[in-house]
């Protein structure tokens, strides 16, 4: 099983990126998909996270209202939209999978990708 991020970059504050998380070797529909940061010196922290049936999502207080997550069926994608960009959102984004019905803890997540970076110019 392979996870792969993509989509990281350089944004302005008040911009937009959307990242992508590819899978081999999994289908993102018999998985809760989870976003996850980490910047410097900091925890890697939960973002939000999309359930394997697809009937809802979770978003951290931090970037609820300005992020999405999206799923693909067809494509085996899941995509976080993230709009109004803020400097604080400056993190390497990581995508992660797990069978199982899962929120934001990290442990519960079996299969991560490699990261993106995201950073955002005031």
């Known amino acids: 099983v392979q996870l792969q991020a993509s989509g990281g970059g350089l944004a302005q504050a008040g911009g937009s990126l959307r990242l992508s998380c590819a899978a081999s070797?999994?289908?993102?529909?018999?998985?809760?998909v989870g976003w996850f940061r980490q910047a410097p010196g900091k925890e890697r922290e939960f973002v939000g996270r999309?359930?394997?049936?697809?009937?809802?999502?979770r978003y951290a207080d931090s970037v609820r209202g300005r992020f999405t997550i999206s799923r693909d069926n067809a494509k085996n994608m899941v995509y976080l939209q993230m709009n109004s960009l803020k400097p604080e959102d400056t993190a390497v984004y990581y995508c992660?999978?797990?069978?199982?019905?899962?929120?934001?803890?990290?442990?519960?997540?079996?299969?991560w990708g490699q990261g993106t970076q995201v950073t955002v110019s005031s």
């Open positions: 992660a999978a797990s069978p199982r019905y899962v929120n934001d803890e990290i442990s519960q997540y079996d299969h």
């Open positions: 070797g999994l289908m993102f529909t018999d998985n809760t």
């Open positions: 999309f359930r394997r049936d697809g009937r809802g999502t």
